[in-house]
């Protein structure tokens, strides 16, 4: 009998521990998310110093971004749906990483606002993901 409490424990304790890392996991992105909305305000001295970019221009490129995630919401829904929270999530969130290294290499501004828009569209699943226990 006390073999089967032990391990009864264990499995909540194994549990407990998953959930935690899942949800580190998702304040790390979410965190991530934050930081690549703003990075346009934050660069933009340099954006227009390197590339000569007007205030027009900073606009349309933060402005990809939110034209990429609003683009994604239904696709996403559908997405989450047909395929499951784990797959989606991680894809979406693979293709924010693409994003990020094109935008790193970017050399123009049709690049960056290219890059931009896929970044948008990558980290559009953390407002339909709202921790571990939407994954199973």
């Not at 990558?122 to 709202?130: D, E, F, K, N, P």
């Amino acid at each position: 009998m006390t073999a089967a409490i032990e391990e009864r424990a264990a499995e909540g304790h194994l549990q407990r521990r998953i959930a935690t890392r899942l949800s580190l996991s998702f304040a790390f992105a979410y965190f991530f998310s934050a930081l690549l909305r703003g990075v346009t305000a934050t660069l933009a001295p340099n954006f227009s110093a390197d590339l000569d970019l007007g205030a027009a221009d900073l606009g349309l490129l933060a402005g990809a971004f939110f034209l990429g995630f609003a683009a994604t919401q239904l696709p996403l829904g559908s997405a989450l749906d047909r395929f499951g929270p784990r797959r989606v999530v991680v894809a979406f969130l693979l293709a924010a990483v693409v994003g990020c290294a094109a935008f790193a290499s970017a050399r123009d501004f049709l690049g960056l606002t290219l890059a931009r828009a896929v970044i948008g569209v990558g980290v559009a699943v953390q407002s339909l993901i709202r921790g571990p226990g939407r994954l199973r």
